[in-house]
């Protein structure tokens, strides 16, 4: 099996997929360094600039009462002074934690929703390839057995995808930690997330290869079932169709990934150190995943090529 990865590995360099995809997370590491820039004075934050551009004109921390035009603090409905506190976003006790998580909570959420389709996109023809003739006159003469030529083949694209994952979120993390001295290992939590969701869509791309042959389909039909999951997860869907497919409609969001869910709830939340929720969103995705896996293992292992 190990020859089969690096041969898998081998072919993803031949073909500047790792290269293509390190790239783009490098430059976009490098241009959120080099773009957001703050100031911090005593721990605290006294200016930020976005690409040269002041962000924050007048700094504002938690806890700093609200003052109406006369110069008088403006009080509650209980008569007590209002503050900034509860305003600040992604769970920040300052403004400048604040910053930090919003930064941290767009890099894990365009590492989510863009660089799962890139890495798709890159490595979606692998398993097609896997059954063309020629291709597999070659690999399965080999004295493996299908599953682990199969096997291998996964392994080798999990490799790379955890790598890059690792690569980016921890670029950021210490870019983010050293400009502002805030050190939140909580944002490296969202890696296994989105390395975990990516295996969910490539476990589609590897049953419609294998069933198949066909990458684009792999593809065509992968993008689909995102397409139908992120319907499926509109919270209201259920009480504003027919009561006939009600039933239906709630059992396929059951059934189905939710890549909505994960994607706009759990790794936000993760990467802000905010309260992620359930988890069933992420375990009956990671479920549906390792049905699809099951499934492509014993087609590829019966069928005739």
């Given at each position: 099996?190990?020859g089969?990865?690096?041969?898998?590995?081998?072919?993803l360099?031949?073909r500047?997929?790792?290269?293509?995809?390190?790239?783009?997370?490098?430059?976009?590491?490098?241009?959120?360094?080099f773009?957001?820039?703050?100031?911090?004075?005593?721990?605290?934050l006294a200016?930020?600039?976005?690409?040269?551009?002041?962000a924050?004109?007048?700094?504002?921390?938690p806890?700093q009462?609200?003052l109406?035009?006369?110069g008088?603090?403006?009080?509650?409905?209980?008569?007590n002074?209002?503050?900034?506190?509860?305003?600040l976003?992604?769970?920040?006790?300052?403004l400048?934690?604040?910053?930090?998580?919003t930064?941290?909570?767009?890099?894990?959420?365009?590492?989510?929703?863009?660089?799962?389709?890139?890495?798709l996109?890159?490595?979606?023809?692998?398993?097609a390839?896997?059954?063309e003739?020629g291709?597999a006159?070659?690999v399965l003469?080999?004295p493996?057995?299908?599953?682990?030529?199969?096997?291998?083949?996964l392994?080798?694209?999990m490799?790379?995808?955890?790598?890059?994952?690792?690569?980016?979120?921890?670029?950021?993390?210490?870019?983010?930690s050293?400009?502002?001295g805030?050190?939140?290992?909580?944002?490296?939590?969202a890696?296994p997330v989105?390395?975990?969701?990516?295996?969910?869509?490539?476990?589609?791309?590897?049953?419609?290869?294998?069933?198949s042959?066909?990458?684009?389909?792999?593809?065509?039909?992968?993008?689909?079932?995102?397409?139908?999951?992120?319907?499926?997860?509109?919270?209201?869907?259920?009480t504003?169709?027919?009561?006939?497919?009600?039933?239906?409609?709630?059992?396929?969001?059951?059934?189905?990934?939710?890549?909505?869910?994960?994607?706009?709830?759990?790794?936000?939340?993760?990467?802000?150190?905010?309260?992620?929720?359930?988890?069933?969103p992420l375990?009956s995705?990671?479920?549906?995943?390792?049905a699809?896996?099951?499934?492509a293992?014993?087609?590829?292992?019966r069928?005739?090529?």
């Amino acid at each position: 099996m190990t020859g089969l990865i690096l041969l898998t590995l081998r072919e993803l360099r031949a073909r500047k997929v790792v290269v293509g995809l390190f790239v783009v997370a490098t430059v976009v590491w490098i241009a959120l360094a080099f773009a957001l820039q703050l100031d911090v004075v005593d721990g605290s934050l006294a200016g930020a600039r976005l690409f040269g551009q002041e962000a924050i004109e007048e700094p504002i921390e938690p806890g700093q009462p609200l003052l109406d035009e006369d110069g008088n603090a403006i009080l509650d409905d209980e008569g007590n002074p209002r503050t900034d506190g509860t305003d600040l976003p992604f769970n920040g006790d300052t403004l400048l934690e604040s910053v930090v998580f919003t930064a941290q909570a767009f890099v894990s959420g365009a590492a989510y929703w863009i660089g799962i389709l890139l890495a798709l996109f890159a490595t979606g023809g692998l398993i097609a390839s896997l059954t063309e003739r020629g291709t597999a006159d070659v690999v399965l003469t080999k004295p493996l057995s299908r599953s682990s030529v199969l096997g291998g083949r996964l392994l080798a694209v999990m490799v790379v995808m955890l790598a890059l994952l690792t690569y980016l979120f921890g670029a950021v993390w210490l870019v983010m930690s050293i400009k502002t001295g805030i050190w939140s290992p909580r944002f490296l939590l969202a890696i296994p997330v989105v390395f975990g969701m990516f295996a969910v869509v490539y476990s589609v791309v590897t049953l419609v290869g294998v069933w198949s042959g066909s990458a684009p389909l792999s593809l065509i039909v992968t993008l689909g079932l995102g397409f139908v999951t992120l319907v499926l997860a509109v919270p209201e869907l259920p009480t504003q169709i027919n009561r006939t497919w009600r039933p239906i409609v709630v059992g396929a969001y059951h059934l189905l990934p939710k890549f909505g869910n994960v994607g706009t709830t759990m790794v936000p939340q993760l990467a802000t150190g905010g309260d992620v929720g359930p988890l069933y969103p992420l375990l009956s995705s990671l479920a549906f995943g390792a049905a699809c896996y099951g499934l492509a293992f014993v087609l590829f292992s019966r069928k005739d090529y």
